[in-house]
């Protein structure tokens, strides 16, 4: 759901950029009252904003007035089209101070958004070193004191004094990393708010530029409408009725874009408010003995096959499954760099497999297929992949199909798969396992 709203609203984005229209009110996320949805569309116009529809009353009644009068000769139209050159050049003027004065705030502003995104990755990195500290000190290092920033040497013992001891009570590594977290969410903001801003300079400028470029044309329309024939018609007339009849048609169209944006959102926030009500009936429901069952059955195997596959970075017996994301956790955080690399590939192998053995014992939803595309990574011991295979044939028995993609040797491959069923199908180096039907 909530690709599909982002989806939808970066249509919208992409449909107003060449419009030099600001969207408002944007909701970035899905939202559960449809009263939330209300996106407008707004136009820079001299020192404040106007919505897109009364840009478009304001363009149409201009055009209307043109359309009553007639097209002027040049003749007719001279001291008019004097007045309107000067009027002209005098907007340009303007307009072009309006555009160096926005550009040079579009530059501070994202100067001052470098800044903000500089503070919020150090911050990140702050945090996370603190984080390892503490997991560091929760395992029992010595040394993690360190990386938490405390000031004695790990290797001789020396104070390293860094001259910022302004207090005496300093805080807890848990107090220190909760201060870090509420710091890294106001830069945050800071910078998401920033972000908007410049988008709204962005487009300011982009709108400058576009009315810069016009007023130029009509500068140009008018000095060619002043040296043609004095019976010939205004060029700028005709030039201004179709700049307003192309205008009027674009904001149309961003309008009607805008208003089925928002029909589309609002209908999505009643679904999203369905799905965050069904998946509380979900929780307050529970969970049933069936679905505690597949935990324990899926935690067991696992355990199992990591005990067969010589896994000895933990004790396979304190590897849980999480009753929230259904992952291999090991006291209460998720399996990282606490495992070697070829152990994380057998708890890899250990997971997959356990899930299919799941779908094999209860009814689950589970397609009953495992494939597994060069799975002794890591130079994975031998004897461990000899135990996956024995695994995976006794569960293919069972009416699954499991397929694997190896590069092993052929001869050491054929003595594993000895005794055990299975179907091999080998390739000449180069060859293609996939061909075309003849």
């Given at each position: ?316 017996d304190s590897i849980d499954i999480s009753p929230d994301t259904y992952r291999p956790i090991h006291e209460g955080f998720d399996l990282g760099f606490d ?100």
């Amino acid at each position: 759901m909530q690709t599909e709203w982002r989806q939808v609203v970066d249509r919208l984005i992409g449909a107003t950029k060449g419009a030099a229209v600001v969207l408002r009110d944007v909701p970035a996320k899905p939202v559960i009252e449809t009263v939330a949805v209300s996106i407008e569309g707004v136009i820079a116009s001299g020192s404040g904003w106007v919505s897109v529809d009364d840009e478009i009353r304001l363009l149409s009644t201009r055009l209307s007035e043109l359309e009553i009068a007639d097209v002027p000769t040049v003749e007719e139209g001279s001291q008019q089209l004097s007045r309107d050159l000067s009027h002209a050049q005098e907007s340009l003027t303007v307009v072009t101070a309006q555009l160096r004065q926005e550009t040079e705030l579009l530059a501070e502003s994202t100067s001052r958004r470098d800044g903000l995104e500089f503070r919020v990755e150090a911050l990140e990195e702050d945090l996370q070193r603190h984080k390892d500290a503490a997991l560091l000190r929760r395992l029992g290092s010595e040394h993690a004191a360190v990386i938490g920033g405390e000031s004695t040497c790990p290797t001789c013992q020396q104070a390293l004094p860094d001259g910022f001891d302004v207090t005496l009570t300093p805080m807890s590594p848990d107090e220190s990393i909760a201060y870090i977290e509420q710091e890294l969410r106001t830069f945050r903001a800071m910078y998401s708010d920033m972000q908007r801003v410049i988008e709204g300079q962005k487009v300011k400028v982009v709108g400058l530029r576009d009315r810069m470029s016009q007023i130029q044309r009509n500068i140009r329309a008018i000095k060619q409408s002043l040296t043609s024939p004095s019976a010939t018609p205004s060029v700028a007339a005709v030039a201004e009725k179709i700049r307003l009849l192309d205008r009027i048609e674009l904001l149309k169209e961003v309008q009607s874009e805008i208003f089925a944006t928002n029909g589309d959102l609002r209908a999505r926030a009643v679904q999203w408010s369905d799905n965050r009500a069904s998946l509380r009936a979900l929780a307050e429901q529970g969970r049933s003995r069936q679905d505690a069952a597949k935990i324990s059955f899926l935690q067991n195997s696992l355990r199992e096959q990591l005990r067969s596959y010589h896994f000895n970075s933990l004790d396979p017996d304190s590897i849980d499954i999480s009753p929230d994301t259904y992952r291999p956790i090991h006291e209460g955080f998720d399996l990282g760099f606490d495992l070697s690399a070829s152990d994380m590939i057998r708890v890899i192998w250990a997971y997959l497999l356990a899930f299919l053995e799941v779908g094999l014992h209860f009814s689950t939803n589970h397609a009953r297929l495992l494939i597994f595309d060069e799975p002794r990574q890591q130079e994975t011991n031998r004897l461990s992949f000899s135990a996956l295979l024995d695994r995976a044939a006794y569960v293919n028995a069972r009416e699954a199909q499991i397929i694997f993609a190896t590069s092993e040797e052929a001869e050491t491959l054929a003595g594993m798969l000895r005794g055990r069923p299975h179907r091999l199908i080998s390739c000449a180096p180069g060859a293609k396992l996939l061909k075309p039907v003849q």
